[in-house]
């Protein structure tokens, strides 16, 4: 079955930096990945989604992502982060069809002023 | 924002007794899916259902059932509840298989 790991459980940034969360993913045949934020008490909400085609993907609140194969990697971007990014992330994988989604276990975003 | 529910949002209960949690949709989607959120553990899937008193097993789904009598409704239901069941549980929805899920905003289940 298809596995994720996040290997940074929390990240702390700066207002105004870069930010880069990292996802790598298990699976033998082309996967489709997610990336999903959490607020806390909230549920989850799709950030952005990569099925085919260009490997960068553009998500909504300026997230982007990008595939590589070769890495088994779809790490997460943002140029500058707001306050208001501050939330956990997770990244997952699911097969041709999504009914065994995995996640991996998540990376908690705290931003400084 | 899907239009999803889950009831209750907030349960507390004890060893051994029988709990129920409902997902409620208004989208009229086919694919519905019950996760439990863990610290460490990201989301892990129960049960998911494919279309009336149609469902499947997912990773985690020992100690749990589930059943679907209509479109908009996902019973999941612990028999018999443990400690180890102390979780919090999100239902999703999605309109085709390889769709995105759209997730509701979870109960949190304390089993003393």
């Known amino acids: 079955a298809q596995s994720v790991t996040q290997p940074d459980i929390h990240i702390t940034v700066s207002e105004g930096a870069s930010l880069e969360l990292r996802c790598n993913y298990s699976?033998?045949?082309?996967?489709?990945l997610f990336w999903y934020v959490q607020s806390p008490g909230q549920g989850l909400q799709l950030l952005l989604k990569y099925f085919s085609g260009d490997t960068l993907v553009q998500g909504i609140k300026g997230f982007e992502a990008e595939f590589k194969r070769s890495q088994s990697s779809f790490n997460l971007r943002k140029p500058s982060v707001h306050w208001s990014d501050a939330a956990e992330y997770f990244c997952?994988?699911?097969?041709?069809?999504?009914?065994?989604?995995?996640f991996g276990a998540g990376t908690r975003l705290t931003v400084k002023p | 924002d899907a239009g999803i529910t889950q009831s209750p949002r907030h349960k507390v209960t004890e060893t051994g007794t029988p709990v129920t949690l409902r997902c409620h949709q208004t989208?009229?989607?086919?694919?519905m899916y019950w996760y439990r959120q863990d610290p460490g553990h990201g989301l892990r899937l129960i049960h998911y259902s494919y279309g009336v008193k149609d469902t499947d097993k997912g990773e985690v789904s020992d100690g749990y059932s589930v059943s679907r009598s209509k479109t908009e409704d996902f019973l999941l239901t612990l028999e018999s509840a443990t400690s180890s069941q102390t979780s919090v549980y999100f239902c999703a929805i999605a309109g085709t298989s390889d769709n995105e899920q759209f997730f509701g905003p979870g109960t949190r289940l304390t089993v003393l």
């Open positions: 699976y033998g045949a082309t996967p489709y």
């Open positions: 997952a994988v699911g097969a041709w069809n999504n009914n065994d989604m995995r």
């Open positions: 989208e009229n989607h086919r694919y």
